[in-house]
């Protein structure tokens, strides 16, 4: 599978997040939560809103400290899916930069549609599922990249 979801509580207090083969985007669900949180030498107290999102490269791990339950949308992006979008757009061998409490609306929409689907019981199978995968590796992508399209080439692109 390219793109899998699932909802995962978050539990109150000092956790790593879980290592995985995959890269994780953690959606936040629900009321604003106050956190810590460290990512390699960076630590920082923040409040998680609903509809923010941490990325969470493959192989590594972020370290939490939350103060009340919470819940997540997670997104499990596979890394080849990753590597094949960011050579077919043109950045050849790309990392996944690691990124905590980010907003972007064609992000939740992914995720939203992700979560309907999950509830819903994939009922066009996996089709469905992987067809979104590609969208969110383009859009984190697009994220991640220095060198945004100026407005005139945005508005030849095609919608």
Same mark, same amino acid.
């Given at each position: @599978? &390219?793109?899998?979801? +699932?909802?995962?509580?978050?539990?109150?207090?000092?956790?790593?997040?879980? %290592? !995985?083969?995959?890269?994780? =985007?953690?959606?936040?669900?629900?009321?604003?939560?106050?956190? !810590? #949180?460290?990512?390699?030498?960076?630590?920082?107290? *923040?409040?998680? $809103?609903?509809?923010?999102?941490?990325?969470?490269? /493959?192989?590594?791990? *972020?370290?939490?400290?939350?103060? +009340?339950?919470?819940?997540?949308?997670? =997104?499990? &992006?596979?890394?080849? $899916?990753?590597?094949? *979008? /960011?050579?077919? @757009?043109?950045?050849?061998? !790309?990392?996944?930069?690691?990124?905590?409490?980010?907003?972007? /609306?064609? %992000?939740?929409? %992914?995720?939203?549609?992700?979560?309907?689907?999950? $509830?819903?019981? #994939?009922?066009?199978?996996?089709?469905?599922?992987?067809?979104?995968?590609?969208?969110?590796?383009?859009?984190?992508?697009?994220?991640? !990249?220095?060198?945004?399209?100026?407005?005139?080439?945005? +508005?030849?692109? =095609?919608?």
């Amino acid at each position: @599978m &390219l793109l899998e979801t +699932r909802t995962s509580p978050v539990p109150v207090g000092l956790f790593d997040s879980p %290592i !995985s083969d995959r890269h994780v =985007l953690c959606l936040h669900l629900g009321d604003p939560v106050p956190v !810590s #949180y460290r990512a390699g030498r960076y630590e920082r107290r *923040t409040v998680r $809103l609903h509809g923010q999102f941490c990325v969470v490269p /493959a192989e590594s791990t *972020t370290r939490w400290i939350v103060s +009340r339950p919470a819940v997540s949308l997670l =997104l499990c &992006l596979s890394p080849s $899916l990753w590597q094949e *979008t /960011a050579e077919t @757009m043109g950045a050849g061998r !790309s990392e996944l930069a690691q990124a905590i409490h980010i907003r972007d /609306a064609q %992000i939740e929409r %992914i995720g939203w549609m992700m979560q309907a689907e999950d $509830l819903d019981g #994939y009922p066009g199978g996996q089709l469905f599922a992987d067809s979104l995968g590609p969208a969110l590796a383009i859009r984190l992508l697009a994220l991640q !990249s220095p060198a945004k399209a100026s407005a005139s080439e945005r +508005r030849r692109a =095609l919608p």
